[in-house]
């Protein structure tokens, strides 16, 4: 019997031993053991780099920047595509201030206008008067992404209603993915790239789903693939809902090697009881995406409904702090820069993330663990190292955590991480401070995953407790963070 046999059967015995005291009867058993699988399905190296990005820019331009229109036809003259200030630098400029780290543009939209000179297209901006005929935008972006240091991705949108093969599978396909190489091979690293729906759908059109990945796979390893694709999900709506639990395993009737996406839209897609009936479990980390405006394209007469700082900040924490990434759509207007109401926005929502993230109030808290390892002891949360993490011993699935903070301090926000890398576990938490001799509880939450952002009322205290009141297994935590926003409305 090899080592590991003998630790697992030690472990069963001693849980049938609890479990004939009572203390484990309502999670022994097949679901118990299922769950278990779950807590320990591990992201792709290339997904976590990926969630690491948190907060990125989705940028839709195209022919319909100039036609005033959501959805194009195909039909628009490539001549219409004239920016008369193209700045990719101004752009780049205004999401690095907001805080985001990537940039993911529409190389090509249902319409089918590239927004590059491809080989297999003549509806391109090599027929349009921008540049002579001569510039490329992909190439602009990538440049301008990679001299400030953020990532780029492409949207390249599977229905193209100018394309004379859409409809015939074979050719279209072929000519789809001769357009991908072309993105894969011609810009630098793409670290994602997005699918849509893949609408308005052609009667017949057999997409190769398949043969489109290993073409990322080989040409950009590094990248991940969003929406009708194996790495990332759809949140499931555009309006930056979030879910209470949002869990990164999801149930599959496919294993991986068959898996092209699969319906996100439901409220719950990932607790206990779906995973229960699932035949296969699969990361699949959720992605939101909203528009800054009503549109996806820049519309003069949306000027003035840009959404506020409040409201991006609302959705920054719900999001980011909700185990999602936020991609928020920011589209330039017809001269080709990001309108000045967007980047005043933009750059005052990233300067009250910047202030209010600046400083851990929990950096060097004293901490005590009702369990921990001893490979992975609680002083790992505040160590400043996102590679190192706390966890119990197995079996255990409840823990309480207090941390000595180095004085009084005064904050109103806090940060939990999970260490992916061994999987999600924790369902549900809360955060108690010590105020005038007794715990209050200030915040609680379901699920932690890759980061949960806790907002309550200003408090001052030296004394924070965490609670881990459930998970699927040991629970694992790599961050504590305690901050004060400081414009936040005071109690
Ligand atoms: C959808 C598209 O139909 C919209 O135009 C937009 O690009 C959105 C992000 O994805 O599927």
New binding site residues.
Partial sequence: MTRQALVRMKRLALRNLLALCGLFAATSGPAQAWVERAAKVAPHPRQIAWQQLEFYA?V?FGVNTFTDR??GTGTEDPKIFHPTALDARQWVSVFKDAGMRMVIL?AK??DGFCLWPSRYTEHSVKNSPWRGGAGDVVREVADACREAGLKFGV?L?PADLNAPSYGDTEGYNTYFKNQLRELLTQYGDITEVWF??A?PRKEGMKYDYFGWYRLIRELQPNAVIFGMGPDVRWVGN?GAHTRAAEWSVFPSPVPLEQFHGGDSTAEDLGSRAKIASAPHLLWWPAET?VSIRPG?FYHAAEDAKVKSVETLLDMYYRNVGGNCTLLL?VPPDRRGLIHENDAAHLRQLGKVLQSTFQVNLADAAKVQASHQRPEAPASAITDANPATFWTTPDGQETAELTFELAGRRTFNRAQLMEHLPVGQRIEGCALDVWIDGSWKEVATATTVGYMRLLRFPEVTTDRVRIRITGARWAPTLSKLGLFREATAPRP
Avoid: P
């Fill in positions: 989705f839709h959501e959805w529409t939209h249902h949207y949108s849509d729906g609408n555009e995406d996806w759509n």
